[in-house]
């Protein structure tokens, strides 16, 4: 799997979008991006995945860049229940290892 | 059925002991993988299973790690000798055996080794 780069931590204020940036710049073509997300003391939680295309979903948006080399997890309207780390993962198809790096904090702010 | 559910939530156990734990997974799920995960880090690989086969395992399960999916339903991690360094989060998660899909995690199993 290729490895992914992320900021350590993020804070965003509450109601606000947050963006939480990847670079993934040794992606091959057939990993997909995927993201997932850890409340503290839960297991991770499964938010999008994306090959090329921008994706959207009803907890939040992936944009891919053209090149692959980089995405962006959006939350529209962040809000406190959405503090947590968010993993971005460069993975094959299902069934591969999903490898977790150290992911980005992010901190809603009321 | 309500998710992946794993038992038992916590676990404190005297170095050298063995331990046990157990993962249920969605039911029409026929993968099964087992993380690990420490404080201040992402959940590392151990292995994963389709159905009753073990298809894969991480070179992070050493000889006293043995995980088992006896008739491809439940899964049990077992670890022999417990060390001070085994103290962790132990994760399982379940997905489809699709190309693409989504694995869904459980509480996971807090190990304590003193």
């Known amino acids: 799997d290729a490895k992914t780069t992320q900021p350590t931590s993020m804070d965003c204020a509450e109601g606000r979008a947050a963006n939480l940036p990847c670079n993934h710049s040794?992606?091959?073509?057939?990993?997909?991006v995927y993201w997932y997300r850890q409340i503290h003391s839960q297991g991770p939680q499964y938010i999008i995945h994306?090959?090329?295309n921008n994706e959207t979903n009803e907890m939040a948006s992936l944009i891919i860049t053209e090149d692959r080399k980089s995405s962006t997890l959006i939350l529209p309207h962040a809000t406190l229940r959405d503090t947590a780390v968010y993993y971005c993962?460069?993975?094959?198809?299902?069934?591969?290892?999903?490898?977790f790096g150290e992911g980005t904090q992010l901190t809603v702010n009321p | 059925d309500t998710g992946v559910s794993q038992d038992p939530r916590h676990k404190i156990t005297k170095r050298g002991q063995n331990v046990t734990f157990r993962c249920d997974p969605i039911s029409e799920h026929n993968r099964l993988y087992w993380y690990r995960q420490t404080l201040g880090q992402g959940p590392e690989f151990l292995t994963y299973f389709q159905n009753e086969a073990q298809l894969e395992k991480s070179r992070l399960l050493s000889d006293r790690f043995s995980a088992e999916r006896p008739k491809g339903s439940f899964s049990t991690l077992e670890i022999q000798r417990t060390e001070q360094g085994d103290s962790a989060m132990y994760l399982c998660?379940?997905?489809?055996?699709?190309?693409?899909?989504?694995?869904?995690f459980g509480q996971g199993t807090r190990l304590t080794v003193v």
């Open positions: 998660a379940s997905s489809l055996a699709r190309d693409i899909t989504e694995a869904f």
């Open positions: 040794t992606i091959s073509g057939n990993e997909y």
């Open positions: 993962i460069a993975a094959g198809f299902s069934g591969s290892r999903l490898t």
């Open positions: 994306g090959l090329k």
